[in-house]
């Protein structure tokens, strides 16, 4: 009698999501726009961050978006003061 040879099944393995680090960058960018708010440079940061940790996969994105985000951040930061004496003088 022969002896059948199993041959196991595929196994499909789902890709996990990489929302993390694709908000990150999104957000980064939308920091250009947006930057004056305070709320989307500190928003990509923080995306930016958890990416890093948890998709490292996608690190290049995360960074991308965290470097964004510390860049348009702080050129609003630089230039609201001056918008601002603009307006009220």
Same mark, same amino acid.
């Given at each position: ?9 595929? %196994?499909?393995? !789902? @890709?996990?999501? #990489?929302? &993390? =680090? /694709? *908000?990150?960058? $999104? ?24 990416? %890093?940790?948890? !998709? @490292?996969?996608? #690190?290049? &994105? =995360? /960074? *991308?978006?965290? $470097? ?22």
């Amino acid at each position: 009698m022969v002896n059948p040879v199993r041959i196991p099944e595929p %196994v499909y393995i !789902e @890709p996990q999501p #990489k929302r &993390l =680090s /694709v *908000t990150a960058f $999104v957000l980064g960018l939308s920091s250009l726009l947006l930057g004056f708010t305070v709320i989307v440079p500190i928003a990509g940061i923080l995306f930016g961050i958890l990416g %890093v940790g948890l !998709e @490292p996969t996608r #690190k290049s &994105l =995360s /960074v *991308t978006g965290i $470097v964004a985000a510390m860049v348009f951040g702080a050129a609003w930061a630089a230039v609201t003061p001056l918008i601002l004496q603009l307006l009220v003088v």
